[in-house]
């Protein structure tokens, strides 16, 4: 696979807090080149990156409920709604962990298709599990209930807890959704090896800040 094919599995991101608009276009300009999937913004950030990707087929993500997931169910779908129409074309939410957990699955389900309802047909919604903090068996319910709620893809990770993607959880979550679900891989992913891996173990998707390292690395 060459750096190109690579490219089009990965979200070219920058969700770091003191991320500045050059940044983002810097962000966006790398994308436009290396025919990323999409560029993976701050939701203040959307309007911007839809500018600078005018033209091209780079589609615009942003993140809802992140990082902790914790948020209000209506502050999420008010979030995510308020992204589409200043023309996100992807969504990555976080579930509740917390809720996860106590076995609250009812709300965890209500939460993601509280954020899927906000989302029209066409606006690719992710869950992220941050799978770093759950037990196997959480993992499986969590990609359940976001099957359940009609998003397209399960994601491992924010890339701000305890830990990242593994090529183990990967496996699982794609042996758990099967093959009409997407799942993302994201935390960690640095290298093209790292990201090799994580499409091995199942990932149609990769998150990572330092794409074009990636595509680039021999």
């Not at 589409?84 to 993601?112: P, R, Y």
């Not at 959480?138 to 830990?163: I, N, Q, Y």
């Amino acid at each position: 696979m060459n750096g190109k094919e690579l490219a089009a599995f990965i979200d070219h991101t920058v969700l770091k807090a003191d991320a500045t608009p050059e940044m983002v276009k810097k962000l966006c300009d790398e994308a436009r080149e290396w025919g990323f999937a999409s560029v993976c913004v701050n939701s203040c950030y959307v309007p911007l990156a839809v500018m600078e990707l005018a033209g091209c087929g780079v589609k615009v993500c942003t993140v809802v409920g992140f990082p902790l997931g914790a948020m209000a169910p209506e502050s999420k779908a008010a979030e995510a709604a308020c992204a589409v129409k200043s023309g996100a074309s992807e969504v990555d939410m976080v579930l509740n962990v917390g809720w996860l957990k106590a076995g609250a699955d009812e709300e965890v389900l209500s939460d993601i298709a509280g954020v899927r309802a906000a989302c029209p047909p066409g606006v690719v919604l992710k869950v992220i599990l941050e799978t770093c903090l759950l037990t196997d068996g959480e993992k499986e319910r969590a990609c359940l209930l976001a099957k359940e709620a009609g998003a397209d893809f399960v994601k491992t990770s924010t890339g701000f807890s305890t830990g990242g993607a593994t090529t183990e959880d990967v496996a699982l979550m794609r042996r758990t959704v099967g093959d009409d679900m997407g799942v993302k891989a994201s935390g960690g992913v640095r290298t093209r090896q790292d990201a090799l891996a994580m499409i091995g173990a199942g990932a149609n998707r990769i998150g990572a800040s330092a794409g074009v390292a990636i595509c680039t690395e021999v």
